[in-house]
């Protein structure tokens, strides 16, 4: 027999019928649904060494984008001998609980049991299954994730520490609830990512707004905007725009690659353009550069919200308040985070509001170091400092064993991406670190088996 | 002014609006209910010293008669100037969800939000609330809890860090789950307690089961046994009369007291009839000297069930499933737990089924030294070993900070009393020890803050 021609063919789907509520024993809550995950046991060095398990925690989409880039899995995979498990999060991708997905998003009622509880809930259960069935029980357990991901692996570590013996929370903004990061913390950096690449290319991106909204108050203003922008359909205001230049902004901030990032092709963009050229001509040269050659472009997001921007919207809308705002002093226009207004705008959209406290009286975050210098172990909080997201995230070590490792050229879940032939020394030295932490918790784990 | 004249005068009733479902985002979830909880600031040293608070976790019953034994509360509250809570357990006393006891008992559909993880929630919001009401946020909290309150006290700690800086938890049977402690366990210490006050009297019980069985059979059998029983209704089987007695030589092992114990005036009583009296009138000797004087015995426990019957009843018929069962090798008759017919039982009585793996996978307790011997702090586990639940508890250190406090003379929840002035020096010490322990908490929590 040949070897497996696809890369994929070890990869084999499998489905839990997990519990519609954890927490509670109304008769509803007994309904099950079909939750989908994933494992490759190819390098798996099996129950009888109590070989590892790496469980990558699915975020906010469906899980079959997320197994290919979830590197730091199955690069690591042959080194520890390890099994690999993907599950996917309740309410995306093929793990929908009720009837339909039209049924499960169509009101709070449905909507109810999305929380991020009940999806660590699921985790548990579905680790024990299949520690269970693998006659695995003294495999130590590796949670991973990246993002809202990263804040579910640290979460998971501290609640359900019988099931993982530890976690990498990658590019996990835990801290950004409550007010404990400052509001213009994610912007802050964005802002800074592009000052420190050209303060040319800052400036003019900080004056765009005003800008845009002086074209915008002459007659005709939109039209000319539109116009200006290629935008694939007329634009009603002038903060749909500068929304869209926003996120695009972001976008290129966070995401920046070692390889080529968004932000110098912005930039370079802008500084490239002639003396001649007005502000919104430099403006839109950016977004060209960055966003690609199109016949138009699509200002408007939510004309075809995707499958994470409904789900995030229900889970901001519960329980993940993220107050970011873009503050004073930072090349976007100020504002701060209204809370009444996006509670009011919440109820509106599902009938239910938000508990925008609950994260931090459910998982803290508050004093951070203080509460978990002594408590608590086996969690590595990784981040990149170009990422805007790194502002809420643990960035100072708050004990041995509960590390922070940043790089300050690093963006947002960079370190567990699929490793590459061009990738930086900065970025294989943040990996090998925490392979190497890894390796200290599994020598650890198996000498305290062994004496067990 | 003289000084309060009562010692309740100090003790304030409040109520908290307390939301139905905490992991749950359904409509009906926000439904608040109040609970009730009670506050001693006598003592306390203020927030602006970020003097500690103690927590009481109420269990399975009314706050009332809790507040009164829960003496290390108030033993210690000088000692530490600390603030004094109690906190009433959802779904008992006046802590009742819906518009009445009786709703709220009525079907699993509104008996579905009684968990523990609801009730922990519970307190970790209340907490909050009073830490915030009372700019107390520095100020160091320690639960406290016997029995299933104690082991409410140490996941509590477990699960919410950042609201507790450490827990109390007496007699806290956490491991008496999913048969992680062998099913005779309980009734292997009450025969043990038996047979060390009196080995006559331990061969005199153990034989009594097989002779009311005798006399069961006989033509008038049932008959014959409630007249020498007096019990208040005839009984309708020999088991009735059996587990009557069961439950009174279990209340008789796990609440001895050091000034007089059950178990003693049992075996005495039984130890002192003549030796023309046959065994039944021995054993009902025993049971006269335990539970005194009547004109009748009630042998049917469920004619007038408590608050508490019906509320554990629910709970162990949900998630508290402890298999508990006679085993081969006690003063008892062997029987084992049938996990099927306990949970077809349940099934009849609520129409929903217990998840007997709950508790584990949400709390965990298989290898409890080998998972927290290197994550957590700060959890005393203290038992008596002559307490039956003992053998479901911690009685091994888990580590430093993880110290397990057991007497050999103790029985149920009995450092937790109040202090006695003829209490025996070894439970003297055993509060001592908890006492040192909680202060060097203290001590190093303060220097932390200093430092922070």
């Not at 899980?63 to 498990?85: C, E, R, T, W, Y």
């Not at 725009?241 to 995401?255: G, T, V």
């Not at 550069?289 to 699509?298: E, H, L, P």
């Not at 990738?423 to 305290?448: A, C, G, H, M």
């Amino acid at each position: 027999m040949a070897e497996s021609t696809s890369q994929w063919a070890d990869y084999k789907v499998y489905y839990h019928n997990q519990t519609l509520d954890h927490f509670n024993y109304r008769p509803e809550s007994y309904t099950t649904f079909r939750q989908r995950y994933v494992m490759n046991a190819k390098y798996w060095g099996g129950a009888n060494t109590s070989a590892p398990i790496f469980v990558y925690l699915g975020d906010e989409a469906a899980l079959d984008f997320q197994i290919g880039s979830a590197g730091f899995l199955s690069d690591n995979a042959p080194k520890f001998k390890a099994l690999l498990v993907y599950i996917e999060h309740r309410y995306y991708g093929k793990s929908i609980p009720f009837s339909s997905r039209e049924e499960a998003f169509s009101n709070a009622s449905t909507l109810g049991y999305f929380s991020s509880s009940q999806a660590i809930a699921d985790y548990a259960e579905i680790i024990l299954h299949i520690k269970k069935n693998l006659s695995a029980e003294k495999s130590p357990v590796i949670v991973v994730g990246g993002s809202y991901g990263g804040m579910l692996a640290a979460w998971f570590r501290l609640k359900y520490p019988h099931i993982a013996l530890g976690a990498l929370a990658s590019s996990a903004p835990i801290l950004y609830f409550d007010d404990i990061t400052p509001q213009d913390g994610y912007y802050s950096v964005v802002s800074k990512d592009f000052r420190e690449k050209s303060e040319n290319c800052y400036n003019t991106l900080k004056q765009s707004w005003s800008e845009i909204d002086r074209v915008a108050s002459q007659p005709n203003g939109l039209s000319i905007l539109s116009k200006q922008f290629m935008t694939c359909s007329p634009i009603t205001s002038a903060s749909q725009l500068k929304d869209y230049l926003d996120s695009n902004y972001c976008e290129a901030a966070q995401y920046a690659s070692p390889s080529g990032d968004g932000v110098s092709r912005i930039c370079n963009a802008i500084d490239g353009t002639s003396n001649h050229t007005d502000i919104l001509g430099k403006i839109f040269k950016g977004l060209v550069s960055f966003n690609g050659n199109w016949t138009c472009y699509d200002v408007n997001a939510f004309n075809n919200p995707s499958e994470t921007d409904e789900g995030w919207s229900w889970q901001t809308c519960s329980e993940m308040v993220m107050p970011i705002a873009h503050g004073n002093d930072t090349m976007f226009q100020a504002e701060s985070f209204d809370l009444d207004a996006f509670v009011q705008d919440c109820k509106n959209a599902y009938g239910v509001s938000p508990r925008p406290h609950w994260i931090t009286a459910e998982f803290g975050g508050d004093d951070i170091k203080l509460i978990l210098e002594r408590f608590g172990s086996n969690i590595i909080f990784s981040n990149g400092l170009k990422d805007p997201y790194s502002s809420g995230g643990v960035l100072k070590s708050i004990s041995k064993s509960l590390p922070a490792i940043y790089t300050t050229e690093g963006s947002h879940c960079l370190d567990i991406l699929p490793s590459l032939p061009n990738d930086p020394k900065w970025l294989i030295k943040q990996r090998r670190r925490e392979v190497e932490i890894i390796s200290n918790w599994f020598r650890q784990y198996y000498t305290d088996l062994a004496n067990h």
